[in-house]
């Protein structure tokens, strides 16, 4: 049994080692906080300020009280970019990389989707039936895409080209275009993001114009 002169020595020499143990959860949390990863940044297609300068001809207008009929199908685009990350030239010929921490809030084909239908309804007064899952209402302008290239320089540049088709049913009659555009893209990722941004307003404008040429 110990004295008390004991249990004193005993719990001088246990308090620098409770100190010691302490002090080495104190350095491995912070160790443990500076080696975790940084968190990914989302980004969308939908419509942002940058679109403002597109020409007036595009601007939107407000809903008709007998709305356009559209249906905007699901955009195809190559298998390379049909991924979450954003995908940029990486300086070699050919070459490309992906960005970790810069991602799309939505797999691309549907960004792109979204983004088309949103600038279309608000061109042409239109309501879009494959996104609101309307059927049996006419006339129906069926809108077709496909991202025929897609890249970016960061920091530089970034360009798409773009065919479309709009059917006008049910007489089947076509039209078809294709919207090749290069803007410059300054300020890293946000300003990728502007141009693709702005690239699918003018897409978006010129299909317009293509539904208003078949409603003739």
């Excluded at 039936?129 to 991202?147: A, I, N, W």
């Excluded at 540049?157 to 803007?183: M, N, S, Y």
Aim: charged share 20%.
């Amino acid at each position: 049994m110990m004295n008390r002169s004991q249990n004193r020595r005993f719990g001088a020499a246990a308090r620098p080692a409770a100190v010691s143990m302490l002090a080495a959860l104190a350095v491995l949390t912070f160790l443990t906080a500076g080696c975790a990863s940084p968190e990914p940044r989302y980004y969308t297609l939908a419509t942002g300020p940058e679109t403002a300068n597109i020409p007036a001809q595009t601007a939107a207008l407000a809903p008709a009280a007998n709305p356009v009929w559209i249906e905007v199908a699901p955009v195809r685009v190559p298998e390379r970019l049909n991924r979450q990350q954003l995908v940029v030239a990486d300086g070699t010929a050919g070459g490309v990389k992906l960005l970790d921490l810069s991602r799309w809030t939505s797999p691309l084909p549907d960004e792109l989707r979204d983004a088309l239908s949103q600038q279309l309804q608000a061109n042409l007064g239109a309501v879009d039936t494959y996104q609101q899952g309307l059927s049996g209402v006419e006339p129906v302008f069926r809108v077709t895409t496909e991202v025929v290239q897609l890249d970016a320089d960061l920091n530089q540049r970034a360009g798409a080209t773009i065919a479309w088709t709009v059917r006008r049913l049910p007489d089947g009659k076509v039209l078809t275009g294709r919207t090749q555009a290069e803007l410059p893209a300054p300020g890293q990722v946000d300003g990728m993001v502007s141009a693709y941004r702005q690239i699918v307003a003018t897409t978006a404008a010129d299909i317009a114009a293509g539904v208003r040429s078949l409603r003739r």
